[in-house]
């Protein structure tokens, strides 16, 4: 069997796996979990005519909507109900939508991972790690929206990739379909301009290097240039990325600026035929007045808060479902309070949480791979070297560089961001973090070095063990009191 063809057995493979996994007791808790009380409630608003105010642009809660009217004419078997959402609905109904799509975001991190680097054992290890995270399962269980940011962020991305792979018309319509989903990822969530962001933080690093490959290239301040300094960073390997200077300004503009601000405006227009009291400049002052008095970002208006220097250390995960029951056999304890803490012996918990190793080691892969980059230009000054650009940098130093500026475009604009904010906000930088460890633990494999070879399985291993050892808190499966101390490795998990 070919490679080619154990590549897409594999894809197809992290699919099922990530599907089953979203998908098994989908239906279990009989409730509204967390902010299924806003989304899965404005989804179901669409549906009855009923206006309300919305905190964030609808896209998402219209997908959910979709879900609940599609869910409500297809029924599988006899699930329970509840009408807190506002109609008799069964849990299945507001969230197996969201399970879906959850689904294909390993496929889509895979595929992104597989064009900047044409490396399928890459693309199956980013696809793998991505399926093997908690955040991302919890948050594709149950009608929540930041699934929808990171899924049109990374079509956006994908799709603009796919487009510098190709010329002329071919070009043109991926490139409009990038702005298409960069147009959806804004219209889920504001942060998700962020992706948007990326991407010409891409394009300007292109063509600045193309600037300083020219101006090394003649005979300046820095003299000729040594050849041998810029030999390693040459390679015959082609990556879409080296054709980002292919694109001009009015390209840019007009495809990821123009086509994602006209698709971001139409998406609110069956929202504000709904709710007829704001117009489209008002209903952004409303928004942006209600985040901007929603309060510090301390324990003590949310005892979740949690900074975003906090998020990379998954300090201060949070609890999206927390109740107790005496033993197993009791029923799911979905509709009432707790019982008396010295009664719960049995604790079900739903943990928005990522998998701590592959979080941890993905860190440090971030951290490796920037220091990586940042060597390439401080090894030659400090050796006193000339400074040489080349306009054909290595394969693995574009990967850097999208992973890196990607990341860094992802986080650092909550440096600024005065509210409470939480760990899910972090869900669409971290989707970077999957792709710098499974570029790590790839170099590992492929070296020739059997120390380095053992430390990629190792590495591998344990995210896959830490994975299934955390699964109960993010499927909400009964644990004993116990246990579920064993898995809150520190008193802030908690």
């Known amino acids: ?19 089953a996994l979203r998908f098994w007791g989908l239906s279990r808790f009989n409730t509204l979990v967390f902010d299924e009380v806003y989304f899965a409630t404005f989804g179901n ?20 909507g ?41 496929v889509v991190v895979a595929a992104i991972a597989y064009q900047i680097s044409h490396r399928r054992s890459f693309a199956l290890l980013a696809g793998l790690f991505t399926a093997c995270d908690g955040l991302f399962l919890v948050e594709s269980r149950y009608a929540l929206n930041n699934i929808y940011i990171v899924i049109f962020g990374l079509l956006g991305q ?57 101006w090394t290239s003649q005979k300046s301040f820095f003299g000729s240039i040594d050849k041998t300094a810029i030999e390693p960073l040459l390679t015959k390997v082609q990556t879409p990325l080296q054709n980002l200077t292919q694109l001009n300004i009015f390209q840019m503009i007009s495809y990821l600026g ?10 609110w227009i069956p929202h504000l035929r709904l709710d007829t009291r704001y117009d489209f400049i008002e209903v952004h002052r409303q928004i942006l007045n209600f985040h901007l008095h929603m309060g510090g970002n301390s324990p003590a208006v949310h005892p979740y808060c949690a900074a975003w220097y906090k998020w990379p250390f998954m300090t201060r995960p949070m609890a999206y479902y927390y109740q107790t029951a005496r033993n197993f056999s009791d029923p799911l304890p979905v509709m009432g309070p707790n019982l008396p803490a010295a009664d719960g012996r049995v604790i079900y918990d739903v943990h928005a949480m ?3 190793f592959l979080w941890w080691f993905g860190m440090a892969a971030m951290l490796f791979i920037a220091a990586m980059l940042l060597s390439k230009l401080v090894i030659p000054l400090w050796k006193k070297q000339r400074l040489a650009i080349s306009d054909h940098l290595a394969v693995d130093t574009w990967i850097a560089l999208y992973i890196v500026i990607n990341y860094a475009a992802n986080l650092l604009p909550w440096v600024k961001v005065t509210r409470c904010v939480f760990i899910y906000h972090y869900i669409c930088a971290v ?17 020739y070095h059997r120390e ?33 101390k064993l898995r809150m490795l520190f008193n802030s998990w908690i």
């Open 1 to 19: 069997m070919t490679n080619k063809k154990w590549f897409q057995i594999g894809l197809v493979g992290i699919f099922l796996f990530s599907f």
């Open 45 to 64: 608003n669409y549906l009855i005519n009923k206006p309300f105010f919305n905190a964030h642009p609808p896209l998402s809660q219209y997908i959910i």
């Open 66 to 106: 979709i879900g609940i009217w599609l869910g409500s004419h297809f029924h599988f078997g006899q699930e329970p109900v509840n009408g807190l959402a506002g109609s008799l609905l069964s849990p299945w109904n507001y969230r197996w939508i969201n399970a879906l799509t959850g689904s294909f975001i390993p």
């Open 158 to 214: 994908w799709f603009l990739l796919l487009a510098l792979d190709n010329q002329k018309q071919r070009r043109a319509l991926w490139l409009i379909a990038s702005g298409i989903a960069f147009g959806a990822s804004t219209g889920t969530k504001w942060n998700g301009l962020w992706f948007l962001l990326g991407a010409y933080l891409l394009w300007i690093t292109a063509w600045l290097i193309r600037f300083l490959h020219s």
């Open 258 to 267: 123009i086509i994602p601000a006209i698709v971001y405006s139409l998406i």
């Open 354 to 356: 990522g998998n701590p």
């Open 431 to 447: 989707v970077f973090v999957f792709l710098a460890i499974a570029w790590f633990v790839d170099q590992c494999l492929r070296s």
């Open 452 to 484: 380095l070879r053992a430390l990629g399985v190792t590495i591998s291993f344990m995210i896959l063990a830490a994975f299934i050892f955390w699964l109960p808190i993010y499927l909400g499966l009964p644990l004993t009191s116990e246990g579920y």
